[in-house]
């Protein structure tokens, strides 16, 4: 009785896979923060912060966060999200999201990170996409 009651709980709850939430396909964010970082989640400078390489005024800006310390790489990747595809909330002022193309990663295409624009078809990334085929 108890197992058929925890299967079923489980099999009721849907499961996602890790990163399905966010905007871009898990690769996009796996390669984006190879290309920056060497994937380093403790990336740390006087300038950079976190595994994406993101300057500091812009993380505390769109994260309301002085820095990516102690946050993981899928928490991280959210804040990605809010600068490149989805805006971002601070003390009651809505930013627009400024595009993935402040990456110099993405410009030069390192790892194919522009293909993986193309290839999306989620509704915030359809106006960054240039030069797709």
Same mark, same amino acid.
């Given at each position: 009785?108890?197992?058929?009651?925890?299967?079923?709980?489980?099999?009721? #709850?849907? #499961?996602?896979?890790?990163?399905?939430?966010?905007?871009?396909?898990?690769?996009?964010?796996?390669?984006?923060?190879?290309?920056? #970082?060497?994937?380093?989640?403790?990336?740390? #400078?006087?300038?950079?912060?976190?595994?994406?390489?993101?300057?500091?005024?812009?993380?505390?800006?769109?994260?309301?966060?002085?820095?990516?310390?102690?946050?993981?790489?899928?928490?991280?990747?959210?804040?990605?999200?809010?600068?490149?595809?989805?805006?971002?909330?601070?003390?009651?002022?809505?930013?627009?999201?400024?595009?993935?193309?402040?990456?110099?990663?993405?410009?030069?295409?390192?790892?194919?990170?522009?293909?993986?624009?193309?290839?999306?078809?989620?509704?915030?990334?359809?106006?960054?996409?240039?030069?797709?085929?």
């Amino acid at each position: 009785m108890c197992i058929a009651l925890i299967t079923t709980a489980l099999s009721a #709850t849907p #499961t996602k896979a890790y990163g399905e939430e966010l905007v871009m396909d898990w690769r996009f964010y796996r390669r984006l923060a190879q290309c920056e #970082t060497g994937a380093n989640v403790n990336h740390s #400078t006087k300038s950079y912060t976190g595994m994406f390489g993101i300057a500091r005024g812009t993380w505390q800006r769109w994260s309301n966060r002085s820095s990516a310390a102690g946050l993981t790489a899928l928490e991280q990747a959210r804040v990605v999200d809010n600068i490149a595809f989805e805006g971002h909330w601070s003390r009651g002022v809505y930013k627009h999201p400024v595009g993935p193309w402040g990456w110099g990663v993405v410009k030069s295409n390192c790892m194919g990170l522009q293909q993986l624009l193309c290839q999306s078809r989620h509704r915030l990334v359809q106006r960054w996409k240039r030069n797709c085929k």
